[in-house]
Each structure stands twice: as C-alpha cells, then as structure tokens.
Nanobody, 125 residues
Framework: QVQLVESGGGFVQPGDSLILSCVAS????????MAWFRQGPGQTRELVGGISRSGGITLYKESVKGRFTISRDNAKNTVFLQMNSLRPEDSAVYLCAADPDRMRPARGDEDYEYWGRGTQVTVSS
C-alpha cells in the first residue's frame, strides 16, 4: 500500500510562488509514476503535472506550462511541484497521485491508483 503525504500549500498573493512536496512510502519510489492533480470547489480533478519513473518524461496542463515545474528526487522518495506566477484560478486542493503499473504519466485520474489527502492552495489579493 502506497502512502502519499503532501505539504507546502498555503495562502499567497497573485504572482507569488509556492513549492509543494509529496513524500511516498510503502513502495519502491523509483518504480512509481507520479502526478499532481488539483480540484476546485464543485469541480472535477484535473491533472496539473505528471512525471515518469526516472523523471525523463513530464506532462502538464496547458494553462500551467511555463509557470509550474514537476520534479522528483528518487533518493528522497519525494515529488515536487514548483509553482510560479500564481493566479487566483490556480486556487484548489492539490493532490499527489501515484501509479505502480504505468510507464509514463497520464491525464486521467482513473490512471492513478494511489492518492494523498491534498493540500490547499489559495491565491488571492
């Protein structure tokens, strides 16, 4: 059973930066495809960024390209989401997801088996 614990959310102003972290346990981290999703009030979960096992392949939501960067440190069992130039529309609960069977990240939440509880990001002036 994979356990995922997110941290790093908070309340920031438009244009600010945040870095989210997700620590995984219960599985060999380097064999997990990892992703960050977000879910706003009354909305479905949407992929923000995904990363392959080695980190060589990444996938992003179009509206965050150039602003957000997903990365991983397999020695520390951690995946990161660096978020720059934050906008009010980026406000959501951000959830970490993992899958042990995929080889590459995917956009659908049905493609990931394990989920963290999420961390709230609020962007407001």
């Amino acid at each position: 059973q994979v356990q995922l614990v997110e941290s790093g959310g908070g309340f920031v102003q438009p244009g600010d930066s945040l870095i989210l972290s997700c620590v995984a346990s219960g599985h060999t981290f380097s064999t997990l495809v990892m992703a960050w999703f977000r879910q706003g009030p009354g909305q479905t979960r949407e992929l923000v960024g995904g990363i392959s096992r080695s980190g060589g392949i990444t996938l992003y939501k179009e509206s965050v390209k150039g602003r957000f960067t997903i990365s991983r440190d397999n020695a520390k069992n951690t995946v990161f989401l660096q978020m720059n130039s934050l906008r009010p529309e980026d406000s959501a609960v951000y959830l970490c997801a993992a899958d042990p069977d995929r080889m590459r990240p995917a956009r659908g939440d049905e493609d990931y088996e394990y989920w963290g509880r999420g961390t709230q990001v609020t962007v407001s002036s």
